[in-house]
């Protein structure tokens, strides 16, 4: 069987067991503890738990998944994958272990065609009913069933969630495949015994604490591992060997020139160039992207490492996107995702490949000479400093670089590494953030827990009367505070928003009922809960327990809901133009601007911000309601609110949904219908990192303001123009075609008048003792007056000029007097003469006796200039 028959067998087998074949989930987990989808079970997280109910209780997938925790040894044996498909069976408080055994036995006797005699079976060391099932009733001997400890027969997704005790099956390779050692059985590090299907018997949810609460439905996942089914029925040793993964090898050997088989290093090297474009194309096509944090760095580890060992393959031309080709020509029917992504990944991979190559070379190069100089001054590690540096210069992911210096026999000095990170981070974070604020945290918490957090009510209303529950000044908690006073004031409840979720914080005034006024500048949140405003108290003073009357700036929160609703528009408009893969990254929403962030891998064309524009606006005008409601977490996203990646929510989430268009979690304040929005007009859109991009734009006044400024400039341009405003650019169009012919033009004067008009002008040349010239050339600039007076001095071979001329641009006229040294030697000074003639274009000048120019005023004294020079040299008029 090939692996899509595999697939395919198995799906069916268990359908016919009643189960529901469900899609594979996504490799990025609907589930912030997760950092990418590591097993079949991860979409069913919830329903194991009893939070979510599917309306069927058996299911089968087939999963893609990515495992990151060995991503160095990957390559190094037949076995590890960063990429591989889990088949898997589920039950949700349905059947349990009895079936989970019988069928697992079943389908691999009887659908794969195992052998019985070669099948062993692991199980729980206390798991006493695991074993009574597969002895008692599937008939298996009771000499193939093996205990094993937690580490191998207790499995959890990860340190929280549902969990359980599980068995193993395993198929013995036999003796000759093996370490040979009397101890070698299930379990043992060696290859003879394969194992190839794991049976999890849910029954724990476990806490933080480690607690295991039993789960309210016993439950069943199932995990076996495609690849090395594969393995096992297509008779090969090596999983690299299975159709799938051998045909993307082949392309990998095609584009390298190299075979498999040829040495150990090389094998090593095709096994993880073939291993790691199957989990680039896939993370890309889930909307992955390379950076430095979470999911996006290990994409770029994952195809960093692949980009090194093509190269050491030999390989110097990217080749990435061609292999891409080929794992989408080979899973793209049982994936869509890829075949309808194909272009993107493809155009990523290939872009992260070049931002690399451009510094692998010269990091290796760096690299070497280190290693190099740690082995002669015999120091077996290479300090962290230095591993930063190809980080932070290079873009050497740390474990690259800890396998390069491995494979000389070195380690990598890792605290002072993580320390230089550390602080780098610290040091970006510090560049971000008013520190003083953090410190001033203690007080609000002192506040909080004193008299209570602050209800918002800002939704709702403008304005409110609230009691003072708390006064901070200068870091500490006060009780009054005097006229003049910067500080902060804390309410029992407040309608001003504290900035929060890229929403600015509100301005305003709180004024006491005995008048005083307590100016708001800023709200913030320094403790979750907590409201601040922070101004200052203009008369009089404010006391705790006083009654204020607290007033937003109605007006600058009216722009702000505006444009934070258009931030939604906009994030809407963008992923249905650039593609899914767009998320937001951060925005800040302001009363006067608004700026998107997204993930995106290249500019986006003109075309497409006008689109996208357009479509905000229609979106504005077509009036649609803005509505906001809370609701739990989970339904919220089987609603398919779009969710901000790596941002934690509470149980409880607000959601908010313009027209039926756009949902997202989302407490910022909002418009009540899109027409407020007025208009929306894009500013700006530019890089702000690798596949990072802004947006800034601004909307209703801003927009009118914005528009009124480029109205103005073409309304002033076709001024100039003296054209009507529509007929600016065909008119610009005009006189740039005419600026060039002009300039050409010019340069064609240039041309002939060297080239042809020199014989006329040495026509004139008379013999003073040495050969000279006094003339007029046509209108030419300073350069043009040298070079002429060059070439006659070249083809008199010998001798002097004198000559004047106009520049065509302004009309200054320009002297210029040059002599030979034959020429000098007789008598002439070009110094002289200028100096004796410029007087006559009002103009002044000099130089050395073999060169001397000018410029002057008076064009229409040239002839004068010439003719005195005439009298002074002595020659015929
Ligand atoms: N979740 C278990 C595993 O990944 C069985 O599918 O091994």
Known sequence: MNSAEIRESFLSYFETKGSRRVSSSSLVPDDPSLLLTSAGMVQFKPVFLGVKDLGFMRATTCQKCVRTTDIDIIGTTNRHHSFFEMLGNFSFGDYFKSEACAWAQEYSVEMLGLDPDRLWYSIYEDDDEAERIWAEEVGVPRERIVRMGAKDNFWSAGPTGPCGPCSELYYDQGESVGCGL?????????????????????????AED????????????????????????????????????????????????????????????????????????????????????????????ILRRAVRHGRLLGRTEPFMAEMVDRVVELMGAAYPEIAEHHDLVRRIADSEEQRFSTTLRQGLAFLDEEISRLKEAGSPVLDGRTAFALHDTFGFPLELTAEIVAEAGLDVELDVFEAEMAAQRERARAAVKDESWTSFANAFNEIATRAGQTDFVGYERDDATATVIGLVTGGASVEEIAAGTAAEVV????????????????????????????????????????????GTLTSGTLRLGDTVSADIDVMRRERIRRNHTATHLLHWALRLVLGDHVRQSGSHVAPDRLRFDFTHFEAPGADQLDKIERMVNAKIMENHPVRSYETSLTSAKE????????????????????????????????????????????????????????????????????VEREEAELAEAAAVLKVQRFDVSERVGTLVKRVKELESAKERVKENLSAQSIDALLAEAFDVGYQLVITRVPDTDAGGLRGIADVMRARMGGGAVVLATVAPDGGAPLLLAAGSDDAVAAGFDAGAVIKAVAPHVKGGG????????????????????????????????
């Open 182 to 206: 009397d101890s070698c059985a299930p379990g043992c590090e060696c290859d003879r015994f394969l194992e190839y299907w794991n049976l999890v018997f849910m029954q724990f949810d476990r």
């Open 210 to 301: 480690g607690t295991l609460t039993p789960l309210p439905n016993q439950s069943i996942d199932t995990g076996m591992g495609l690849e090395r089914v594969a393995a096992i029925l297509q008779g090969v040793r090596s999983n690299f060997e299975t159709d799938i993964l051998r045909s993307i090898m082949a392309r990998a050997e095609e584009l390298t020139g190299v075979a498999y088989g040829s040495s150990e290093k090389i094998d090593t090297s095709l096994r993880i160039v073939t291993d790691h474009t199957r989990a680039v194309t896939f993370l890309v096509a889930d909307g992955v992207l390379p950076s430095n944090e979470g999911r996006g760095y290990v994409l770029r580890r």
């Open 491 to 534: 309410l029992d409840r407040t309608p001003f928003y504290a900035e929060q979720g890229g929403q600015v914080g509100d301005q305003g005034v709180l004024s006491s009922e005995r008048g005083d006024v307590f100016e708001v500048t800023d709200t913030t949140l320094p403790v979750s809960g907590v409201i601040s405003h922070r």
């Open 639 to 706: 609603a398919g609110v779009t969710a901000l990646f790596g941002e934690k929510y509470g149980e409880f989430v607000r959601v908010l949904e313009t027209g039926n268009f756009s949902k997202e979690l989302c407490g910022g304040t909002h418009v009540a219908r899109t027409t407020e929005i007025g208009l929306v007009k894009i500013a700006s859109e530019g890089s702000v990192g690798a596949n990072l991009r802004r947006i800034e734009a601004v909307t209703s006044f801003d927009a009118l303001e914005y």
């Open 846 to 877: 000099g130089g050395k006796p073999a060169m001397a120019q000018a410029g002057g005023k008076d064009a229409s004294g040239v002839d004068a200039a010439l003719a005195a020079a005439r009298d002074m040299l002595g020659t015929p008029e």
